[in-house]
């Protein structure tokens, strides 16, 4: 092999681990649905008597697993970190955002800082959570494809 095609394959492998096999329009859909079920998770876990802290932790936990899955079957760090960043955002605005259902361009709304603020902890904890479980997925392909030699 020339120092070409070792260059090409070393920047094919990182468009992989950071794009993916796979494509965002699934990473988007299911990001928008775990935002939705998410939100809402806290009124069915309240009415329930459970915790926000107790539903916040559960809904993270979820999150982190359903991440590693989706990279470890060809999801790129970004597509997962877009994945990610729906349920995590649902989840930061009820766990430590601002009233629920109330607008901050409302008269009396709250502050639209108190919106933003958990709206962008949670692309930090998405970018995060999309770079690990891509460097986990990657692994866990490599070890599935050493075995079956």
């Known amino acids: 092999m020339s120092d070409t095609e070792t260059a090409g394959d070393g920047t094919a492998a990182l468009r992989r681990l950071v794009l993916g096999e796979t494509g965002f329009e699934r990473a988007v859909v299911w990001s928008a649905v775990g935002f939705a079920l998410s939100y809402l998770a806290f009124d069915v876990t309240g009415a329930l008597g459970v915790s926000p802290g107790a539903t916040a932790g559960v809904l993270a936990g979820v999150t982190s697993l359903c991440a590693l899955g989706f990279a470890a079957t060809g999801g790129g760090a ?59 997925g990657l692994l866990a392909r490599r070890i599935a494809a050493a075995r079956e030699r």
């Open 78 to 136: 970004l597509p997962t970190a877009v994945l990610a960043s729906g349920p995590l955002a649902g989840t930061l605005l009820r766990a430590i955002g601002p009233e629920p259902y109330v607008s901050p361009f409302a008269a009396g709304g709250p502050a639209l800082t108190a919106v933003t603020a958990p709206l962008a902890l949670a692309g930090a904890v998405a970018l995060a959570t999309g770079a690990i479980a891509a460097a986990v």
